[in-house]
């Protein structure tokens, strides 16, 4: 392990220098119950420093009590966070008798190795006694120990050098002397605070914020100064320059772009250590650089810089008032846009609005032409005839000689195809422009008994505009295939194609570029039957023997159709023209896809009897590359097996590229599952399973007791107060298990009456809550504070946010007093509440807490007839005791309850909305309607919603979709009805077992997405 020695500086410098470096990673909204914690600032700054962590629900609960466990996971990050590294053999050898190597609960197990090794806990008899709740006395002595081991400071030695003097009246009361002297030491660094109250108490437990002070204070007063940020420049959205306080300059990279011109809070890490600073990426405003028609039916418009985020322009063309229909194309470097015309502009003046990139709207004038034609070209000096001369060295009546032309407009856009051009034969019949093919056909007179080499003038003109174009072309010999090259295999939308196989030979073809003497392509089929198609490998794949004329992208092309793909390998095709003899060989390649080959299999981290349980599972292909692609895993030929199964793709779940295999065991004990790969290599698993987790142990409180004497008494539940752990540690959310609560000595502050707690005078109580387990033993308990107030100490008032309010409905307000150890809400009779605004002209008086706003209060439009407005009140309350005076405005609407935002979820309606966990795949049985989707999973339930509307009342519904689009993974593998509706349904195709689609679902005013296995009905 590596030691570091710091010199340890004391005094108020010290400790300014370390607040002003440390700045939080977790904001105060990160941890949603220490708002008004002494505890705060200590918890913060060792949370940015990655000491302490909160839990799931976004809490960090620093009132319940710290356990022996929970102390040895801090003191081990920070030996961590000060370089220390977990010892390699913590999974193998044991430290204390208590914690095997089997413990679930591998962070404990790690930390453990790390603190015993390091000489920071010994244990009791070689216990380390986890669970147990840890006292003031031994947390001073592990600390004491903590910074010897990492700071190199005997605070112990230091003080007797010093002489210390200690105050504090109760040492007595600790159990050693090493004890004693631990408390000592942390008085002499001013690491507890003991001059007013002279004891330190070393018997009583310590909760988890207090733990976090002690401990950000041994850091602050006893450590080095850590570095600070002292300069940020912006390079660009994603690059910061950043230099330290030790003058040397860092170059970060952001994970996520800046958002332009705003004020941003962004964290970053700079040799393993987290920092923080407020920065702005400054860009120059979006300006119009340019707005051009390219085309008859396209207008490019560009920026002086990059438009980001592209959905934030809105963009328009008009006409006079009239808005045209146009598609937007943004360029790949997104400083331009297309607008492009579904057919060619009229000529006329027209405008481009742009708005939402600034604050007035980018506008700019362009005037589109009427296409004309500007240039006619003749591409050949050559015509080629149709047909073979006679023996005569003539042509044979009834020949044709080609040659191509090629017309343009003002833009330069080939319209040789919607041109009708004269020619030199005015009757014509002899010299024809054939727009369709681009070509000019010379026959009859023209080519009838001429021979190879005989010239022939052609001349080409535009009526319209009078662009004309002649030249003198040679007779010359039919077109032959002469070169041969093929370009690749394309598919038909002319998108280049790697094969595997799982490829669909239909979907893919082989695209020839064949040229003939005159160096021209040739599109036409039967100028390719003189080629000769081999194929040296039928094993792998099959394909036609002839070649055929396919649309691939815009383009003609003559292409080798595939039949069918058998197998993976690589397959010659030759190609021979009997011709000349040219030859050419292309070597088509399908690559194998994916397929299992071998497996591990590691211990979950938990199994629990009735809980879902994820086994980590490391596949492999023949490559040794890991597969972590579910469809491929749950493959019914190349993916994996559990006992003989193939595995379900919603049994398996992948998280940070880690795969999982998803099982609840019913029943405690042990359980083996046998894994095997598509090439029968097998990975065997034995399962500790544990018993069904119980309520266990209480920790304390989820949030400060406060009380007041002028409401009812309060009622002491798990539930609603308590932080309950089942046997294994884990917090159990909504325990409805029973507890019991009395007073801890005598008390005139409180009464307690079963759990039932009356406020009688200001003050603080101490009360004992204990768990009652199942066997109606009493296992756990734990000492809690209640502060009660009769309102005389407030420090402060607020009225709790009213947010919108709905006409003619009830609307709760909360008043609360607020005290230096949190908040309490005042009775209704604390206060007098009036209500002001709309039509209601002077106050009015809010009873019983609550208000409500009749709809006829409201003000209107100019209308006719009138329609209700939404409209601003004002709540004023007077606090009886003090006089202070609060207002709150407040919006009251008409309008009906529409849904803002929502999840998917499997909690039914009746389910609190708080506990609700959101979906993101479901399945549906082929031809139903989204009133259907089920969750994946071994417990398939029906999908409701969880909603938020305007108002902000949450809940959760059953699924009643105002719109449902359909997004099939393969359009092959669906038909899909009523897309865009209310009632959309997809059916799987014949032979189609089941398909993968994403569905776009609007309920109200809100548009979400979820992945949908489409599977037959059982």
């Known amino acids: 392990m590596k030691q570091k020695y710091s010199k340890w500086v004391v005094g108020a410098a010290s400790a300014a220098l370390v607040a002003s470096a440390i700045v939080p990673a977790a904001s105060a909204a990160s941890f949603s119950d220490i708002e008004n914690s002494d505890h705060k600032d200590a918890i913060l700054a060792l949370a940015d420093a990655k000491i302490v962590a909160g839990y799931p629900d976004g ?118 002397t090493e004890n004693r002297e631990a408390i000592i030491a942390l008085e002499y660094a001013e690491i507890t605070n003991v001059k007013n109250v002279q ?107 990059a438009i980001e985020d592209t959905s934030k322009a809105a963009v328009e063309l008009l006409r006079g008032t009239f808005k045209q229909n146009v598609t937007l194309t943004w360029s790949e470097d997104k400083k331009s846009v297309q607008l492009v015309g579904a057919t ?168 020839l570029n064949l040229k003939d003497q005159y160096g021209k392509e040739i599109t036409d089929a039967a100028k390719a039957t003189g080629l000769v198609i081999t194929n040296t490998n039928t094993t792998n794949l099959e394909i036609a023997n002839t070649v055929s004329k396919v649309k691939i992208g815009d383009k003609d092309k003559l292409v080798v159709a595939l039949s069918s793909i058998k197998k993976a390998g690589d397959t010659d095709v030759l190609l021979i023209s009997t011709t ?61 097996k559990v006992g003989g199964t193939t595995v379900a793709e919603s049994a398996l779940e992948v998280k940070d590229g880690q795969v999982y295999y998803k099982t609840t065991f019913g029943a405690a004990g042990t359980q083996a599952l046998v894994f095997q790969t598509s090439t029968y290599k097998v990975a065997t698993i034995t399962v500790d399973v544990k018993a069904k987790a119980v309520p266990t142990v209480v920790r304390g409180l989820k949030k400060p007791l406060v009380i007041s004497t002028a409401k009812s008494p309060v009622t002491i539940t798990a539930k609603d107060h308590l932080i309950i752990e089942d046997q294994y540690g884990r917090e159990m959310k909504n325990s409805a298990e029973p507890v019991t609560v009395t007073l801890v000595g005598t008390s005139d502050v409180v009464s307690v009456n079963a759990n039932q707690v009356t406020a009688l005078k200001n003050g603080t109580a101490t009360l004992n809550v204990a768990l009652v387990t199942p066997n109606g033993t009493i296992d756990s308990a734990v000492e809690v504070k209640v502060q009660v107030t009769d309102g005389t100490e407030y420090n402060g008032y607020e009225i709790a946010e009213i947010g919108k309010t709905k006409a003619g409905a009830e609307k709760d307000i909360t008043v609360n007093g607020l005290l230096n150890g949190g908040k309490v809400a005042l009775a209704d009779s604390e206060y007098t509440a009036t209500v002001q605004g709309g039509k209601i002209t002077s106050p009015t008086a809010v009873t019983a807490g609550k208000v409500n706003i009749a709809d006829t209060a409201l003000n209107t439009d100019s209308a006719t007839p009138a329609n209700k407005v939404d409209t601003e009140f004002t709540l004023k309350v007077t606090i009886n005791a003090t006089g202070e005076i609060l207002e709150q405005k407040f919006v009251v609407s008409a309008d009906a309850e529409k849904t803002q935002d929502f999840f998917f979820t499997a909690s039914e309606t009746t389910a609190d909305y708080h506990l609700a966990k959101a979906i993101t795949e479901a399945t549906l049985v082929s031809g139903s309607t989204v009133a259907n989707l089920k969750s994946t999973g071994d417990a398939p339930a029906v999908v409701n919603v969880a909603t938020v509307d305007q108002y902000g009342n949450k809940a959760i519904t059953a699924l009643v979709a105002d719109t449902v689009t359909i997004v099939p993974e393969k359009v092959t593998d669906v038909k899909i009805t009523g897309n865009g509706t209310a009632a959309a349904t997809a059916s799987l195709n014949t032979g189609v077992k089941e398909a993968k689609v994403t569905l776009k679902v609007k309920v109200g005013n809100a548009t979400k997405e979820l992945k949908v296995t489409i599977v037959t009905a059982p």
């Open 59 to 176: 809490t960090f609960k620093p009132n319940a009590v710290v356990t022996r466990g929970n102390v040895t996971k801090f003191l081990g990050k920070w030996l961590v966070s000060e370089n220390y590294e977990i010892p390699a053999d913590y999974a193998t050898e044991a430290r204390f008798s208590d914690l095997p190597t089997t413990t679930p609960d591998k962070e404990l197990l790690q930390y453990a190795a790390l603190v015993k090794d390091a000489g920071v806990f010994k244990g009791s008899n070689n216990q380390l006694m986890h669970t147990n709740n840890m006292s003031r006395e031994q947390m001073a002595v592990v600390l004491v120990r903590a910074i010897k081991t990492v700071y190199n400071v005997d605070l112990v030695a230091e003080y007797k050098d010093a002489d210390f003097q200690s105050v504090i009246t109760d040492l007595d009361k600790a159990t050693a």
């Open 199 to 305: 004891q330190f108490n070393p018997k009583n437990s310590l909760t988890r914020g207090q733990f976090a002070s002690f401990l950000s204070r041994a850091i602050d007063n006893v450590g080095e100064a850590p570095l600070t940020v002292k300069e940020v420049k912006v390079v660009d959205a994603t690059t910061l320059e950043v230099t330290l306080s030790d003058d040397k300059t860092h170059t970060v990279t952001l994970p996520t772009p800046l958002p332009e011109n705003k004020e941003t809070k962004v964290e970053f890490e700079i040799d393993g250590k987290t920092y923080s600073a407020e920065v702005t990426y400054k860009v120059a405003e979006a300006k119009l650089e340019s707005v051009k028609a390219i085309n008859a039916k396209t207008i490019e418009v560009k920026f002086n810089k």
């Open 344 to 511: 060619n502009f009229q000529a006329a003046d027209y405008t481009v609005n742009v708005s939402g990139l600034t604050e007035k709207v980018l506008t700019s004038d362009v005037k589109i032409e009427a296409q004309k034609v500007t240039s006619i070209e003749i591409l050949d000096e050559v015509a080629v005839v149709d047909k073979a001369v006679k023996t005569d060295g003539t042509f044979e009546a009834g020949t044709t000689a080609t040659v191509g032309y090629v017309v343009k407009d003002q833009y330069g856009t080939d319209i040789t195809k919607t041109t009708s051009l004269k020619t030199n034969d005015n009757a014509n019949t002899t010299v024809v422009a054939d727009s369709a093919k681009g070509v000019v056909k010379l026959s009859g007179a023209v080519v009838d008994g001429k021979k190879i080499g005989d010239l022939v003038p052609v001349v080409l003109f535009d009526a319209a505009t009078g662009t004309s174009v002649s030249k003198t072309v040679k007779l010359s010999a039919e077109s032959t295939v002469s070169s041969i090259e093929v370009a690749g295999v394309y598919n038909a939308k002319g998108e280049e194609v790697a094969l595997n196989d799982s490829s669909k030979a239909s979907d893919a073809y082989i695209v």
């Open 580 to 640: 000349n003899g040219q030859t050419a060989k292309y070597t088509v390649k399908v690559a194998e896809t994916s397929t299992t080959n071998a497996i591990s299999v590691s211990q979950p981290e938990i199994a629990v009897a009735e809980e879902s349980t994820l086994i980590p599972l490391t596949v492999t292909d023949k490559e040794g590359n890991v597969i972590t692609n579910k469809k491929v895993l749950a493959d019914a030929n190349k993916g994996i």
